[in-house]
């Protein structure tokens, strides 16, 4: 993706709000949970931010994960902000509205979509799918949902 979507301009938005998105998670519970069920964070990384709140708070333990997904590659950075935006997350950390509230429009709740080229045999007959041609799909992933 390039542009306002793309996934540079998500990493660098993570890297700008790092620490006020830190100091809004008072509790580590639903969030690191949430990116832990989706797979954004493993078993490791999990349990070691777990470790890291209990010895130094949530606030410095969740600054320094955020940091290690810096790392990662631009398909966890962009699920990471579909799972911070998701409802439950504004409802239990109520400092994130405002940033949720400032994101671009482009990214905002609108969606965050990718363009994906299948084989017609990849296609359900009931989408009308011709043999042998390719299907151009949009598929839109909902933030905050």
Not at 21 to 27: E, G, P, S, Y
Not at 92 to 98: E, G, K, V
Not at 132 to 145: A, C, D, I, N, P
């Amino acid at each position: 993706m390039a542009g306002l979507g793309g996934d540079g301009h998500l990493r660098h938005l993570l890297k700008l709000h790092r620490t006020e998105i830190a100091m809004a998670v008072d509790d580590v519970f639903p969030l690191l949970h949430g990116l832990a069920d989706h797979d954004i964070v493993p078993e490791h990384v999990f349990k070691e931010t777990l470790s890291q709140t209990e010895r130094e708070g949530s606030h410095r333990a969740f600054h320094a994960l955020l940091t290690w997904l810096l790392g990662r590659d631009a398909t966890a950075v962009r699920d990471f902000w579909a799972v911070l935006f998701k409802d439950y997350n504004l409802e239990r950390y109520s400092r994130l509205r405002p940033l949720h509230t400032a994101f671009p429009a482009g990214l905002q709740a609108a969606s965050v979509q990718r363009v994906v080229m299948v084989a017609a045999s990849e296609v359900p007959v009931t989408c009308g799918a011709a043999r042998g041609k390719h299907v151009l799909f949009r598929h839109t992933q909902e933030l905050g949902k």
